[in-house]
């Protein structure tokens, strides 16, 4: 199984989140794509972060019939930083390759994050295009040395259909834009997670740990 990771606070998730999912997936060949629902990013304030449960319940709502899975299951490796997350992950999932999405804008500031390069090691990569983002991620420390290793879509294609992925590897993808943002309907409608938290009064079970999760959990 070819597996896209593409990790967030998705707070909340919407339909930007998945259009962006449906695309990378038709892009680069991938077999499905695991939504990682943080349960907190080192780099966000927690301020204005809403429940875990509620969040996983807005990423469900969105990968509905759709070869996406949302998933907490951070939470229960113990990992804080990405680059602990994916090591646990490949040892977990031996069976499957995974590819590391993210957006340009995190490209922008991906040479903040710990051991960055060594995330770039451990599973290639492909950066979504954000508008507004990309000059600043085209000329980023991190784009800087990972250039060198950027291949094309075709490429990349072959590589995760024959097993033979290296990394590191960058393919970069370029989609119509899409302006949806959590950031604006968190402006728009500050209270958005009550509409889960009231109408989902039962626990929701992590298609992926099957473990339940709860409106109290965090």
């Not at 695309?23 to 499905?32: N, S, V, Y």
């Not at 939470?75 to 069976?95: I, N």
């Not at 834009?177 to 209270?191: E, K, L, Y």
Request: aromatic letters at 8%; charged letters at 25%.
């Amino acid at each position: 199984m070819l597996t896209g990771l593409l990790g967030g606070s998705f707070n909340p998730a919407h339909g930007g989140h998945r259009r962006i999912t449906r695309f990378t997936i038709d892009a680069l060949g991938l077999d499905e794509v695991w939504w990682l629902v943080s349960p907190g990013n080192p780099l966000k304030p927690k301020a204005g972060m809403a429940p875990l449960a509620a969040r996983l319940r807005s990423a469900e709502e969105q990968a509905r019939r759709a070869p996406i899975t949302p998933t907490t299951i951070e939470r229960d490796l113990g990992t804080r930083y990405t680059v602990d997350t994916l090591r646990a992950l490949q040892r977990r999932y031996k069976s499957r390759q995974f590819v590391w999405l993210m957006g340009s804008d995190n490209l922008a500031q991906f040479h903040r994050w710990k051991d960055w390069r060594t995330i770039a090691r451990t599973m290639p990569i492909a950066v979504i295009a954000r508008p507004g983002y990309n000059q600043s991620a085209m000329t980023s420390p991190a784009m800087a040395w990972l250039r060198r290793y950027s291949v094309s879509v075709p490429v990349f294609r072959k590589m995760g259909r024959e097993r033979l992925g290296r990394a590191p590897a960058l393919v970069l993808l370029r989609f119509d834009p899409d302006h949806r943002s959590a950031t604006a309907i968190r402006r728009g409608n500050a209270d958005w997670a009550e509409r889960y938290n009231k109408t989902n009064t039962s626990a929701l079970r992590d298609r992926l740990t099957f473990r339940q999760i709860i409106g109290s959990d965090e």
